[in-house]
T-cell receptor
Framework: AQSVTQPDIHITVSEGASLELRCNYS??????LFWYVQSPGQGLQLLLK??????LVQGIKGFEAEFKRSQSSFNLRKPSVHWSDAAEYFC??????????FGKGTRLHILP | NAGVMQNPRHLVRRRGQEARLRCSPV?????VYWYRQLPEEGLKFMVY????????ESGMPKERFSAEFPKEGPSILRIQQVVRGDSAAYFC?????????????FGSGTRLTVV
């Protein structure tokens, strides 16, 4: 069965610093991969998605993610974080039978 | 161009009462998904519906929970005889086509508190 692991429950970075959030997945075929962001009390917003082709995917708000098949990873990156990036981030994998399976999330804290 | 609309945003129920959560998908979307979110547990899939059909309910508890997506009107997630453990945020998402290929549009959720 497909699964997603986000090894970091909380991450704290200083404003202006670079960011990398880790995501590993388990899936038998080529996965469809997603990153979502959730602000407190809100729903989830799609940041970016990977289906095929170029393994470096650009998303909204200056985020990007790189698919590495050999490592079963889909890490999210941003070169310089802003205070408004503080939120919870979810990695997800698309399943053949239409469900999307989510990781447990990484909560990002930004230091001024 | 409304997104996914969920209501109510907050719902308080006493133990033993019924909770009804409503979800209106994006106009034109015929696939609806319900997820439950507990703190530090991420989103757990509950059920996937298309108009008038339950496609996958593998994440639904066997008792007290039911879902429907009628031909007309919103999708409803119904929880009968609520217990404290049902307290959570419930999110609805919709998609135009296969969600595994395209991703979802999420609503803002209903936060259920059982007292």
């Amino acid at each position: 069965a497909q699964s997603v692991t986000q090894p970091d429950i909380h991450i704290t970075v200083s404003e202006g610093a670079s960011l990398e959030l880790r995501c590993n997945y388990s899936y038998g075929a080529t996965p469809y991969l997603f990153w979502y962001v959730q602000s407190p009390g809100q729903g989830l917003q799609l940041l970016l998605k990977y289906f095929s082709g170029d393994t470096l995917v650009q998303g909204i708000k200056g985020f990007e993610a790189e698919f590495k098949r050999s490592q079963s990873s889909f890490n999210l990156r941003k070169p310089s974080v802003h205070w408004s990036d503080a939120a919870e981030y979810f990695c997800a994998v698309g399943a053949r039978d239409d469900k999307i399976i989510f990781g447990k999330g990484t909560r990002l804290h930004i230091l001024p | 161009n409304a997104g996914v609309m969920q209501n109510p945003r907050h719902l308080v129920r006493r133990r033993g009462q019924e909770a009804r959560l409503r979800c209106s998908p994006v106009k034109g979307h015929s696939h609806v998904y319900w997820y439950r979110q507990l703190p530090e547990e991420g989103l757990k899939f509950m059920v996937y519906l298309q108009k008038e059909n339950i496609i996958d309910e593998s994440g639904m508890p066997k008792e007290r929970f039911s879902a429907e997506f009628p031909k007309e009107g919103p999708s409803i997630l119904r929880i009968q005889q609520v217990v404290r453990g049902d307290s959570a945020a419930y999110f609805c998402a919709s998609s135009l086509r296969l969600a595994g290929n395209y991703g979802y549009t999420f609503g803002s959720g209903t936060r259920l508190t059982v007292v």
